[in-house]
């Protein structure tokens, strides 16, 4: 099933629908839960990459694209999975700029039980790959462990303000906010400030967390950080939820990738309220909008700590609460 970029759809499970005379399923579980997925996000950030931006699996950088999605709003995205008032599992997009940075993904859960909820998240999983156009003009590169990290701008350094931070420079290029940059040693100097900087002699600000305490000498070449692009829109990905006894596990193609214990002593249960694949609530922003595709989803009671199939989901049918195979084919 696929949600394609700048869409508004989602899957919505009633609890109207659950039987009024009998047990309601789902929302009349209590206990310990594993929710499983077989996912292919797209990418939120706009890829600047030429080649790519046409891609339908890449939200556009045009007005159509910052219309749905500001460019600060980008980085706020957390696509919704599954929600339940007690329940959410998103991909959170943890970019801090799209200028040459594709989204990359983090998993995030919150699992409420009685009034408490706890948040979970993961390191970045869905990272973006390195361009390597390097070959072709290595000497406008910076290298770290023979892999470039950075490309020559036309800006160079005018003067430095190292009290305060601040880097003087003509700049006969665009500078964006947070986008990293270098000196021709790999040195990275910081992040900027500035949303565009025209050109000119412009304050350059960076970030005190990113100095190091060596400032480029005058007249210093800067490179920004290398172009990047995204392998992860082109296959699917497995990723778990799982909960009992108060821990609560994250998995990536079968990994763990974050583990977290709630507060509260009470069992796990859904909340009385509608169930949603792809949004976060039929009121949930553009923000919260899965847009990708949804292969396979399980959920089911019990507690996986492991998984030996991360290519398809396999519950285990007599503990099934919930299944939904949405291809037709095998991956």
């Not at 939200?59 to 980008?74: E, M």
């Not at 983090?106 to 409420?112: C, D, F, H, P, T």
């Not at 000196?183 to 000119?200: E, Q, V």
Request: glycine fraction near 6%; charged fraction near 20%.
């Amino acid at each position: 099933m696929q949600f394609p970029v700048m869409c508004s759809g989602y899957v919505q499970v009633k609890t109207a629908d659950a039987y009024s005379t009998e047990p309601a399923g789902i929302w009349d579980y209590q206990g310990p839960f594993t929710l499983e997925m077989i996912v292919t996000p797209y990418e939120v950030n706009g890829n600047p990459i030429t080649d790519n931006e046409e891609s339908q699996k890449t939200l556009p950088r045009d007005t159509a694209g910052l219309t749905y999605l500001s460019d600060s709003d980008r980085h706020d995205v957390e696509m919704c999975l599954f929600h339940n008032t007690n329940l959410t599992l998103s991909l959170k997009n943890t970019t801090e700029h799209s200028h040459f940075q594709p989204a990359e993904y983090s998993i995030k859960a919150e699992v409420r039980i009685g009034s408490t909820t706890v948040t979970l998240e993961s390191p970045t999983v869905f990272e973006s790959e390195i361009v390597d156009t390097s070959y072709s003009n290595p000497q406008t590169y910076v290298f770290q462990d023979h892999l470039p990290v950075g490309v020559e701008t036309a800006a160079t350094v005018v003067s430095v303000d190292e009290a305060a931070g601040h880097v003087v420079i003509d700049d006969g290029s665009t500078l964006y906010s947070k986008a990293k940059y270098y000196t021709s040693t790999g040195l990275l100097i910081g992040r900027s400030h500035g949303l565009s900087l025209a050109p000119g002699n412009d304050t350059l600000t960076f970030l005190s967390a990113d100095r190091t305490g060596n400032f480029p000498a005058n007249s210093t070449k800067l490179y920004r950080a290398i172009d990047r692009d995204v392998l992860y829109t082109e296959t699917a990905h497995h990723v778990a939820l799982s909960y009992g006894n108060k821990n609560i596990y994250l998995f990536y193609n079968g990994r763990l990738v974050a583990v977290g214990d709630h507060t509260e002593n009470a069992e796990f249960q859904l909340a009385a309220s509608d169930i949603f694949i792809g949004k976060k609530g039929a009121s949930g922003t553009t923000t919260t909008q899965f847009m990708g595709e949804i292969h396979e989803m399980a959920f089911y009671k019990e507690q996986r700590r492991s998984f030996r199939d991360i290519s398809s989901v396999t519950p285990p049918y007599r503990t099934s609460l919930l299944y939904y195979d949405f291809e037709e084919a095998t991956l």
